[in-house]
């Protein structure tokens, strides 16, 4: 599957607070979490945002609360891979299970600027920008096995309650 | 055939003689967990997997805990979606109202949690169970309604990384200060993807409720679960709560660990979390001039009856300095009414507090205690992100319940000492 779109860049350690803050939480639907992602860090991100972005970040991202609102806010506002340093686990596990992929690679997180056009190829990992090409680590066959059957729910369907 | 205590565990929960940091397994959960902000989703899962009726009634447990008392319509909207499904669902533990307190803390008063015991938990704080010798995580809403709907969840195996704690504590430094310097030491980063297992004869000689302190911020260092080898005390503390059987397991001697850290506690003070990380700690006699506008005592990091007896002893005969706005949070009815026998509420109107409702209040900016611009909170609580209490511009920082309690009578950042 390839992506292309504009880089939305942030910095490390990115906590779920700040991808979706807790007074917005009073909902579920994504669409609505999406008009207040980033809203105390980042306003204009909510509604610039365009669908087959791209988010990069630092080390750890989605540190925090367990709140899956954060990836699903990323999801529904258009984000289509989240590339990082590294990610913090239960953002990372959430983030697979509603199908948003998630690419690690230390080189892009820091050769990637903010604005900038980028290429993504989710199922070789490489990513293009403008002052080059990175490899990302290729997604762990469990993860890209959720990726394809759609997440967590058409999965455990197909693999538990069918059986 | 050496394992660490969080293997041997998850061994036994995946019908396994042994497994391997990194292995992928399938495991049987005893306890699923969510509360009111968690759960909508995690029924909106487990409606979409198509199941009928959950794995177990008995084992699934809901807990409104983070926007009660229902703060608007919105959350008044979701916590009715988890009661007609506790309803519909027949679930045994399900609790709002004069019944709910935090959840973390609840759980443990209800014999609810087990030592052995694989509990899964939408909310991040779930590791506090580790205490008790379980292996307990949080997980985002999609995991638990999979849960919920199979009794089972897929978990890779961590890595352990041992911390072993030794030597004489300072009177003034608890559990809540160990885990402060210990994420200080490790960054908020430090034990991504690990299990993190508390150890030594420092924590031996812990109280229960400073070990679940301790357990419960194992997620600010970005930790799996935080896990603490069940002994006397666990046991002590169990046989007031429960009657049901459980399993004790143990790691072995000779286990692999990925790194092991010694922690000489000699020359920890108590600690302040500075705004906007829980690694971001100074020990208390660094601190500077800090001016507070707020204090709040509870949660499920700090909200234990021992929590709110330290910040009583501080505030007996004081008064919060003017203009500081104390509030005090009971973690559970439990605690509310053997704080109110104890005469500890009546220490705390005296010295000018407000007595919260048990429930997560003004932790996570939800309700009862929001910061304004440019205000400065010290709380008893686990984060101290950009926003978490409020105003994206106003700061929380991070202590235990007698630096908080001292604090508000101060009118700044001060341990007990300075009084």
């Known amino acids: 599957m390839n992506i292309e779109g504009r880089i939305w860049k942030f910095g490390d350690d990115v906590d779920t607070d700040v991808i979706i803050p807790a007074r917005y939480l009073n909902v579920s639907a994504e669409e609505e979490l999406a008009k207040n992602c980033f809203a105390d860090i980042r306003p204009e991100f909510a509604t610039e945002a365009a669908v087959g972005d791209i988010l990069v970040a630092g080390k750890n991202f989605g540190c925090g609360s367990s709140r899956e609102h954060a990836p699903l806010a990323i999801k529904a506002a258009g984000i289509r891979v989240v590339i990082a340093e590294s990610f913090a686990r239960i953002f990372y596990r959430n983030a697979f299970n509603i199908g948003l992929p998630l690419l690690e690679s230390v080189e892009a997180s820091k050769g990637l600027s903010d604005g900038e056009k980028a290429a993504v190829d989710l199922a070789t990992g490489k990513i293009e920008g403008l002052k080059g090409a990175f490899q990302a680590k290729p997604i762990p066959d469990f993860m890209a096995q959720l990726i394809t059957a759609g997440g967590l729910v058409e999965y455990v369907k197909t693999t538990k309650i069918a059986r | ?419």
Request: glycine letters at 12%; proline letters at 6%.
């Open chain 2, 1 to 419: 055939m050496s394992m660490t205590i969080t293997e041997k565990i998850l061994a036994a929960h995946a019908g396994r003689d042994r497994v391997f940091p990194g292995d992928l397994i399938e495991a049987k959960v005893d306890v699923a967990l969510a509360n009111d902000i968690t759960a909508p989703l995690a029924i909106k899962t487990f409606d979409e997997i198509g199941v009928d009726t959950v794995f177990d009634a008995d084992k699934v447990v809901l807990v409104a805990d983070h926007f009660v008392p229902n703060k608007d319509i919105a959350s008044a909207q979701q916590v009715k979606l988890l009661r007609e499904f506790a309803m519909r669902q027949g679930l045994t533990h399900y609790y709002e109202g004069g019944e709910s307190g935090v959840e973390h803390v609840i759980l443990p008063e209800k014999g609810l949690v087990l030592p052995g015991q694989l509990v899964i938990g939408a909310d991040s704080h779930t590791c506090t169970y580790g205490a008790l010798g379980a292996f307990a995580t949080g997980v985002g809403s999609t995991d638990l309604g999979a849960v919920m709907a199979t009794g089972e969840i897929w978990l890779k195996v961590p890595p352990t990384i041992l911390l072993r704690y030794t030597g004489a504590l300072d009177p003034h430094v608890g559990g809540k200060d160990l885990i402060l310097h210990t994420i200080g030491l490790l960054g908020v980063e430090g034990a991504l993807y690990c299990a993190m297992e508390f150890s030594g004869p420092v924590i031996r000689g812990l109280p229960m409720h400073q070990r679940f302190t301790m357990s419960n911020m194992a997620i600010e260092a970005g930790g799996k679960n935080g896990i603490i080898e069940p002994d006397e005390t666990t046991l002590a503390y169990l046989a007031e709560r429960t009657s049901s059987r459980f399993e004790i397991f143990r790691g072995d001697p000779d286990a692999d660990y990925e790194r092991v850290i010694d922690i000489d506690v000699c020359q920890i003070e108590p600690q302040v979390a500075f705004p906007h990380l829980p690694s971001n700690v100074r020990p208390i006699s660094q601190v500077g001039d800090v001016p507070i506008d707020q204090v709040v005592i509870g949660s499920c990091t700090n909200g234990w009856l021992e929590d709110l007896r330290d910040a009583a002893r501080i505030l007996k005969g004081r008064r919060a300095a003017k203009g500081i706005r104390l509030i005090i949070m009971p973690g559970s009815p439990l605690i509310y009414a053997m704080a109110l026998k104890e005469g500890l509420l009546e220490t705390f109107l005296q010295a000018g507090a407000v007595i919260g409702p048990p429930c997560c209040g003004p932790c996570l900016g939800g309700h009862m205690g929001i910061l304004a611009e440019g205000e400065r909170a010290v709380a008893t609580t686990n984060r101290n992100f950009i926003g978490r209490m409020g105003h994206p511009e106003s700061e929380v920082y991070l202590a235990n319940p007698t630096v908080a309690a001292a604090s508000a009578v101060l009118g700044w950042i001060g341990g007990p000492e300075e009084l």
